[in-house]
């Protein structure tokens, strides 16, 4: 179980698009769900925490605006990279904690495979 | 604010060779610890978690990690390194309470292994 899973695996777009990556949690609910964004040979970049029924916190330095995440149920996340430039291309990850777990796997979040964002 | 140093961006080992990649932390609480592996190209697994009671804990693929709360540590060991174990491991840290599920991450040590 626990398995979280993204769409698309890769992406390559023109300059100007704008790119939708969903997130899902499989097999469990997800009332949280964290985007990451990673560089080649960098660590993980907490970009937003996507919650369901409402509003993402974002990260400082963030665009809102760039980065729209829409969390539609317990058990899907979208993130949209509008207008993308080829800045934007990164891999991008998302996870998901469990919801209603015992307290002692609280923390452990589940990652999805992630996407690889390629803004021609 | 927690933060997370894993000292050592690359290392590099012989294939059979023990392996220990070092992972420190800076938190006002015991905190949730975890190592992730990543393979090229591939997503996070998680290797191992530590959340409470004995301080040394077992993983995946023959991998422990040792948490000692005196040095802010959590280093990751293997016995005898695999060809197959060249990846990026990354530590991360989580609060042990709260609604506040976000995780700090280290940079990531790279490790190569020599045939």
């Known amino acids: 179980g626990a398995v979280v899973s993204q769409h698309p695996s890769r992406v390559i777009c023109k300059s100007g698009t704008s790119v939708k990556i969903e997130c899902r949690s499989l097999?469990?609910?997800?009332?949280?769900m964290f985007w990451y964004r990673q560089f080649p040979k960098q660590s993980l970049m907490l970009m937003a925490t996507s919650n369901e029924g409402s509003k993402a916190t974002y990260e400082q330095g963030v665009e809102k605006d760039k980065f729209l995440i829409n969390h539609a149920s317990l058990t899907l996340s979208t993130l949209t990279v509008t207008s993308a430039h080829p800045e934007d291309s990164s891999f991008y990850i998302c996870s998901a904690p469990r919801d209603r777990e015992p307290s002692i796997t609280y923390n452990e979040q589940f990652f999805g495979p992630g996407t690889r964002l390629t803004v021609l | 604010a927690q933060s997370v140093t894993q000292p050592d961006i690359h290392i590099t080992v012989s294939e059979g060779a023990s392996l220990e990649l070092r992972c420190n932390y800076s938190?006002?609480?015991?905190?949730?610890l975890f190592w992730y592996v990543q393979s090229p190209g591939q997503g996070l697994q998680l290797l191992l978690k530590?959340?409470?009671?004995d301080t040394l804990v077992q993983g995946i693929k023959g991998f422990e990690a040792e948490f000692k709360r005196s040095q802010s540590s959590f280093n990751l060991r293997k016995p005898s390194v695999h060809w197959s174990d060249a990846a990026e491991y990354f530590c991360a840290v989580g609060p042990n309470a709260g609604n506040n599920r976000k995780l700090s991450w280290g940079l990531g040590t790279s490790l190569a292994v020599n045939p």
């Open positions: 530590y959340f409470s009671g």
């Open positions: 938190y006002g609480a015991t905190p949730y």
């Open positions: 097999d469990f609910q997800a009332t949280t």
